[in-house]
Antibody
């Protein structure tokens, strides 16, 4: 069974940092690109960051809104993907999903507020 | 950036009825490799999105044949026949042909 389990969310002040983690199991993690998608309360879906597999040289993509503030990474030996979020803004408040595209985690909430 | 426009924004359907959702792209979604990376997702209330259709018309594992996708170029359609209660929620299209990947704004399917 494919599982994606996010952790690391919480309440943080503006300009603060958080690191989200996603533990993957049940599929050949090394062969899949991974993404973080967020959903602000009551809003639609936005793809925040992508990281490709080793086969594609771990290429990364970032939405303009998070470029230079967020960093996606992965540890194939542990089947983990991460999202380091720095200089957080109130508009980053959202439910963050880890996804292969085909499979999605349950999401982790990030609230940026003073 | 590619803009995906979904219509209608909301849809009232009777149980057993048929629903049709349009996703129109601001530019062709045919990749240089010939594939079209237009996918459909359903987000049920309180749940994570789930993949229904990938690359325009391919049903994902476990998705019933009541769901069908069609289209080409810039115009795509998701059809749901014999609507059941578990089909209710918000439907999104996603394009991954061009960077950045973009989602449509969503279509909420509700019971009449």
């Amino acid at each position: 069974e494919v599982q994606l389990v996010e952790s690391g969310g919480g309440l943080v002040q503006p300009k603060g940092s958080l690191k989200l983690s996603c533990a993957a199991s049940g599929f050949d993690f090394n062969s899949y690109g991974m993404s973080w998608v967020r959903q602000a309360p009551g809003k639609g879906l936005d793809l925040v960051a992508d990281i490709s597999s080793k086969s594609y040289n771990y290429a990364t993509y970032y939405a303009d809104s998070v470029k230079d503030r967020f960093t996606i990474s992965r540890d194939d030996s542990q089947s983990m993907v991460y999202l380091q979020m720095d200089n957080l803004k109130t508009e980053d408040t959202a439910l963050y999903y880890c996804t292969t595209g085909s499979y999605w985690g349950q999401g982790v909430m990030v609230t940026v507020s003073s | 950036d590619v803009v995906l426009t979904q219509t209608p924004v909301s849809l009232l359907i009777s149980l057993g009825g048929q629903a049709s959702i349009s996703c129109r792209s601001s530019q062709s979604l045919v990749h240089s490799n010939g594939n079209t990376y237009l996918h459909w997702y359903l987000q049920k209330p309180g749940q994570s999105p789930q993949l229904l259709i990938y690359q325009v018309s391919n049903r994902f594992s476990g998705i019933p044949d009541r769901f069908s996708g069609s289209g080409s170029g810039t115009d795509f359609t998701l059809k749901i026949s014999r609507v059941e209660p578990e089909d209710l929620g918000v439907y999104y299209c996603l394009q991954r042909t061009h960077n950045p990947p973009t989602f449509g704004g969503g279509t909420k399917l509700e019971l009449k």
